[in-house]
């Protein structure tokens, strides 16, 4: 398991990279890891382990609401599928939880740094009661992009938590 882990570190460097330069998470980077992860779950576990990893990479598809609020990009989602296809179920729960917390961790950091907080409210509470009066939701597109982050730096972090939590256990 801490070899698939490393590589879910090492796949989540990639995206890192990859997202900084273009914006996007690749499929060169995500296939070539998914097929790796898909294919130790079948040497390490057999049937079960590939149907285990199956599982874990479709339990991101629970992201869609956020992908469709333009909250998350497809990339996004992509990778957690293929940390799914990595490490299966449950690290890919976690590491998926560890993640959202990273992310919080890390707009916590950016909203102190940009001293931009009160105004980023306003703008949510505003989006909040404009989804309420008009009974559905719309995308959230913030104020003016300069609070949107990388959401790899994210998955990063929540892999990297995940890691260590599994090392010292």
């Given at each position: 398991m801490l070899i698939r882990l490393g590589l879910c570190v090492l796949f989540s460097l990639c995206n890192c990279v990859t997202d900084w330069k273009s914006g996007k998470i690749r499929n060169m980077v995500v296939v070539p890891f998914a097929a790796a992860g898909l294919l130790s779950q079948l040497i390490g576990g057999g049937w079960h382990g590939l149907l285990n990893a199956f599982g874990?990479?479709?339990?991101?598809?629970?992201?869609?609401?956020?992908?469709?609020?333009?909250?998350?990009?497809?990339?996004?989602?992509?990778?957690?599928?293929?940390i799914g296809a990595m490490v299966g179920f449950p690290a890919a729960a976690y590491i998926m939880a560890y993640s959202f917390l990273g992310a919080g961790v890390i707009a916590v950091v950016l909203l102190l740094v940009r001293k931009n907080g009160r105004q980023r409210a306003v703008r949510f509470w505003q989006y909040c009661k404009d989804c309420f009066r008009s009974c559905s939701f719309r995308s959230y597109d913030g104020i003016d992009g300069s609070g949107a982050f990388r959401f790899s730096f994210g998955i990063l972090a929540g892999t990297v938590a995940y890691m260590v939590q599994y090392i010292i256990q």
């Open positions: 874990a990479a479709a339990m991101a598809l629970i992201l869609l609401p956020l992908f469709a609020l333009r909250m998350l990009g497809a990339g996004d989602i992509k990778a957690f599928m293929a």
